[in-house]
């Protein structure tokens, strides 16, 4: 089994900064994927920003203002949110689609949820 475990969300104003953490745990021969999701309420699950092997990518809503960067020793993954506007607020996932031997595919997994409210 993996675990993920997220932290680092809160309450920010607009335009303040927040970086959120999540770390993968259990069995883990290597991630292939992983990244962030954020979901508000009366809208769909979105992609916010994803890192693998390849390269990074972003929605189109958080470019030039989120950074997504990954500790492979660590089996880490971190988003640095700057400039947040209210629009941002959402329960925010961690996501890593994760294989745990040579034998074995890729699974998906899920952290439990960060909630991060940006509001004056």
């Known amino acids: 089994q993996v675990q993920l475990v997220e932290s680092g969300g809160g309450l920010v104003q607009p335009g303040g900064s927040l970086r959120l953490s999540c770390a993968a745990s259990g069995s883990i021969f290597s991630i292939y994927a992983i990244g962030w999701y954020r979901h508000a309420p009366g809208r769909q699950r979105e992609l916010v920003a994803a890192?693998?092997?390849?390269?990074?990518n972003y929605a189109d809503s958080v470019k030039g203002r989120f950074t997504i960067s990954r500790d492979n020793d660590k089996n880490t993954v971190y988003l640095q949110m700057n400039s947040l506007k209210p629009e941002d607020t959402a329960v925010y996932y961690c996501?890593?689609?994760?294989?745990?031997?040579?034998?074995?595919?890729?699974?998906?997994?899920w952290g439990q949820g960060t909630q991060v409210t940006v509001s004056s």
């Open positions: 996501n890593a689609a994760v294989r745990s031997s040579i034998i074995t595919g890729y699974f998906d997994y």
């Open positions: 890192a693998t092997s390849g390269g990074t």
